[in-house]
Each structure stands twice: as C-alpha cells, then as structure tokens.
C-alpha cells in the first residue's frame, strides 16, 4: 500500500515547479524574517547606546556644576579680600614700621580684623583649608586655619613654591589655579592665589587659599560612580580603584579611550572642548569588555589652560540587556512562526494530495 508520504513525494515528482516554488516560498520567508530581525537589532542598539550615552552626559551636568561652583566662589573671595581696606592697611603698615597712619591703627590690628574675616570664610567653606598672606619675598605674614592664626614660628617662606612664582607675575585681580596635587602630607591639595599691589601698584605679595582637593570632587560626585582625570589622564579621583589616583595610570590607556568610535563631541564658541561621548569597542580593550563613555570637561584654570575631566563608563551589556532580551524574543518567534509555516505547507498539501489520490482511485475501483 502506498504511504501518504509516498504519494506527496510522488506529486512532487510530477510536479517539480509547483515544489519549487513552494520550497522558495518557505527560504525567502525565513530569510526576510532573519533579516529583518537582524536590522532592527542593530538599529534598536544604535538607538540604545545613543540615548544612554545622552543620558549619561545629562547626569554629570550636576558634578561640573559643583566644581564650577566651588572654585568660582574661591577665586571670587580672594578678589574680594585682596581689594579689602584690611589688606590694603596691612600693606601701609609694611611701609610705616608697624603702623597704618592713615587709619591710625597697627599692623597688628589689622592683621587681627583680617584673620577674623578669613576665619569666617573658612567656617563658610568647608572645602577650604587655610588662607595666607605672603609678602613680596615669600613669608607668610598671616597663616588662619579653621583653628585659628598659626604662631609666628610656624609660619613658613614660600616664596620658591609654584603657585607663589605664578602668582607674583600675575596683573591686579587676577587669579591663579593651581594644579591639584599632594601637598607634604599626602593630601590632596589645591591652590587658589592672586597679587597684592599698594596704592602705588608696586607688588607686595600674594594671598593664597589652600583647598582640599579630595573634599571638593567627593563632594561632586556624590554617590555616583565617576572617575576624574586631569588633563594628562592623571586619576584624581577613582571610585574603584583609589591606588590609581595621583600615580601613573592613566585614563586614556586604562579605557583604551585612543580606539574609542566617537559619537558626538560639544565644543564652545572658543572651540574648546566641553565633552565627548563614544563607544570603547571589546576588541581594543585588554579585557575585551566594550564601553560606552562620557568624558565631560571642566576648565577650573581662569585662563583654561589646565581641566578636569569627568569621566564615566558603563559595560554594554548594562545598557543593552533590554534590547539583548528582545533580540532573543524576536529570534524565538522569528524561528518558530517559520516552522510553523513549513509544517503546514508540507501537511496541507499532503491532505489535499491525499483526498485527491483517493478520489481518483475510488473511481477507477468503481469503474472496474
């Protein structure tokens, strides 16, 4: 007796273009679903990595906002007080042994009227450590600390220091920035200075405000998972690894950020750099993870000569496990719903050529 499957066969044999069509019917069927599967995929990730990327720079907004903010503040306060009659007595007092005629006080009034407005700013600000009045040859007249003036003895010459050398050159109301590094303690320090000049403007000296450096990016990052570089690529601050910081690491080789597919960058009018966003791909990185990564800049030098950057990287498949999932919803349905039409157009025509054999042998039996 002649199997179903046999006689299938058998109409397919005498029928080879009508086969060939179904058969072509099902392959362009599942290559235009695989292939509309694979378009939408790459354009839904290119989408994702684009919006998250955006979002990511939205989120460091807030942490240049509050360095900005910080060193604004600082360097707007030591204008303020290097312009105040408290500095400016102290200096007629240089010139008159001790004594300040104008006023009728002495250098060591004044000296007293200015510490307790340095104080004030220091109770003020947290992030600020110390504040110095230097003279022209580089000694500490007054040093004021959160706890109070610093004894005579104690003060020190820093008239060979950098931000003491920069300063002096500066012009009235300028402001010098110094690099963050770390100080004799091993803290991290910054240096905020601008010129005294008298009313002749002869230079007499600096006045300076040390801030803690460490206080100031903790406070911009908050509980976000960011790193800060300086300009070199010098860690600052690494949330993951702090023995990164102020060593020789560097951001642009640790995120192989030289490789990286530049998505978009922001410049200002004076086309410096404001920040860059980019794909680091796996096959550029030791450990073969891909990243998506912001680096927002922060110009803290008044000239922007030296920044800061804010950097932050996430894993792809952070981002991308959603569209991972629905990548794998679409191959399952994808996979499926062809297997389904295969059945059916083997087992429908299978049926049809069934009855159809049957009726054509019914009526040969009964015409027998």
Known sequence: RITSAARCWRWCDRNPLA???VFSFVVILIGSLSLALWWAFGESQRLVIKLTLDTLVAETQPAV???HR????AQGDVIRVARSPAISGIIRTWDNEGTDQQQR???EVRIDRLAVILTTLLETHRERRF???????GQEILHVTRDGRTPDDERKNVGQTAFYLAASQLAKAQVYVSPMQLDENGNASLY???PLFDSGNKYRGILLCGLDGRRILTSAVGGNRYDIVDESGMYLYCRADPSKEFGKARYNRDKAFGGADVMSSGSSAGDELVHQVAHIPGRNRPDGVSLMSVYRVCYYAPDHSRFWAIVLNIPDDEALTPIHQLRNTFLLQGLVAPLVMI???????AIMMRRR???EFGSRDTSR
């Open 19 to 21: 086969s060939i069509m």
């Open 65 to 67: 906002n509050e360095i």
């Open 70 to 73: 910080t060193l604004s503040e």
């Open 105 to 107: 006080s002495t250098s």
């Open 131 to 137: 504040y110095s009045v230097v003279d022209d040859k």
């Open 192 to 194: 905020v200075a601008t």
């Open 343 to 349: 059945v059916l157009s083997v087992i429908i025509p």
């Open 357 to 359: 054999l049957r009726r």
